[in-house]
């Protein structure tokens, strides 16, 4: 079983920033894929962006120009948020794909006033 461990979430006023970070008590091997969803109240759970073990990035297009994925050579994937908006606000959950499998962190809340 893989642990997700997320932090970083919080208030944050319109045009601010925040970084996501999510480590992954797995090692290394195995992990295709890392990325960070989202899901607000009252709405289905979306991808922001994801990286792939090549380093291929996807983002949403609602997020492109204004959010960052990146991962360390490690088992850590961060997502920096930048120019937020109230539209982003949402629980945002880390995710991890291994071979077949997939894995979500617990969530972790992020509010931006307007």
């Known amino acids: 079983q893989v642990q997700l461990v997320e932090s970083g979430g919080g208030l944050v006023q319109f045009g601010g920033s925040l970084r996501l970070s999510c480590a992954a008590s797995?090692?290394?091997?195995?992990?295709?894929?890392m990325g960070w969803y989202r899901q607000a109240p009252g709405e289905q759970r979306e991808l922001v962006a994801v990286?792939?073990?090549?380093?291929?990035r996807n983002y949403a297009d609602s997020v492109k120009g204004r959010f960052t994925i990146s991962r360390d050579n490690a088992n850590t994937v961060y997502l920096q948020m930048n120019s937020l908006k109230p539209e982003d606000t949402a629980v945002y959950y880390c995710?991890?794909?291994?071979?077949?499998?997939?894995?979500w962190g617990q969530g972790t809340q992020v509010t931006v006033s307007s």
């Open positions: 995710y991890v794909r291994i071979a077949t499998m997939d894995f």
């Open positions: 797995s090692s290394t091997f195995g992990i295709l894929v």
């Open positions: 990286i792939n073990r090549g380093g291929i």
